[in-house]
């Protein structure tokens, strides 16, 4: 599967992104889909994964009741929608797509990556 992640920009505190993560070649359904961050200096982190069947969510701390996953099967894309944004959720965002069954936080299980996409979040 091929993944691109778009949707990336520069917004102020409080405010809102939607991000996508458009997928070709096979349906994302049938993997496990999840969102990492990379804020500048770090490594990279988890933020939220979803299960094949979709039922099954996991988050982070630091953004559960201000981030939500969800993806259209028919568009064959996954989103990330943040609201609330605070300065420290400036990042580069990555999805990922992960061929194992178990629901995983850990970047090192996932398969396929898109190439990114930065947002921004001035105080």
């Known amino acids: 599967v091929q993944l691109q992640a778009s949707g990336g920009g520069l917004v102020q505190t409080g405010g809102s992104l939607r991000l996508s993560c458009a997928a070709s070649?096979?349906?994302?359904?049938?993997?496990?889909m999840g969102w990492f961050r990379q804020a500048p200096g770090k490594e990279r982190e988890f933020v939220v994964a979803?299960?094949?069947?979709?039922?099954?969510?996991k988050y982070t701390d630091s953004v559960k009741g201000r981030f939500t996953i969800s993806r259209d099967n028919a568009k064959n894309t996954l989103y990330l929608q943040m609201n609330s944004l605070k300065p420290e959720d400036t990042a580069v965002y990555y999805c990922?797509?992960?061929?194992?069954?178990?629901?995983?936080?850990?970047?090192?299980?996932?398969?396929?990556w898109g190439q990114g996409t930065l947002v921004t979040v001035s105080s």
């Open positions: 990922a797509a992960d061929r194992n069954q178990a629901l995983t936080t850990s970047l090192h299980d996932y398969d396929y």
């Open positions: 070649g096979r349906t994302i359904s049938t993997y496990i």
């Open positions: 979803m299960s094949r069947t979709g039922f099954t969510t």
